[in-house]
């Protein structure tokens, strides 16, 4: 049984792999490296199309909701969009959210993980989930599917723990 659900990038990091590491700016415009976690914190990454879009709002609330759970996990959720930081804010503001939101405007994190293009045009829904080794976990791509990147990852993080 594999721990990806749905297929990942075929050029994109999977299952096993150490977590390419980034240095982003945050909702607030303060550098956030990946690889400050390593060591202490399990990260839940998801990378995400668009701030303040329908689906995105959605899936950034679902892990709103379960925040507390990722907390009790020893998880930080990090969100990544390749809005610009004044767009992460804002996003960030409007529906309360607690975790970090990064800006990656040229896209290369989202490159570094492979984060395919839906229909061409926008950056896919991907969340990864990250040990406190550096090592990814379990990978989980669907667009439309919302709820279940939330799901998956906490069920991954049980399994962890």
């Not at 995105?56 to 909701?65: K, L, N």
């Not at 767009?87 to 960030?92: E, L, P, R, V, W």
Request: aromatic share 10%; charged share 20%.
């Amino acid at each position: 049984m594999t721990n990806r659900s749905q297929s990942t990038a075929k050029q994109g990091v999977g299952v096993g792999d150490i977590a390419p590491d980034f240095e982003l700016c945050d909702q607030n415009g303060s550098p956030v490296r990946l690889s400050a976690w390593r060591g202490c914190k399990n990260v839940v990454l998801f990378f995400y199309p668009k701030a303040n879009s329908a689906g995105c709002t959605i899936e950034a609330c679902a892990f709103r909701d379960q925040y507390e759970s990722f907390a009790d996990a020893g998880a930080v959720v990090v969100g990544i969009s390749m809005d610009p930081v004044d767009a992460q804010a804002a996003f960030a503001h409007r529906n309360r959210l607690p975790f970090t939101l990064l800006a990656d405007p040229d896209g290369a994190a989202a490159r570094a993980y492979g984060v395919p293009n839906w229909m061409g045009v926008f950056r896919g829904r991907v969340t990864y989930v990250i040990d406190r080794e550096g090592v990814i976990q379990h990978v989980f791509n669907g667009q439309i599917r919302l709820h279940d990147h939330v799901k998956a990852a906490l069920k991954t993080l049980k399994r962890l723990s």
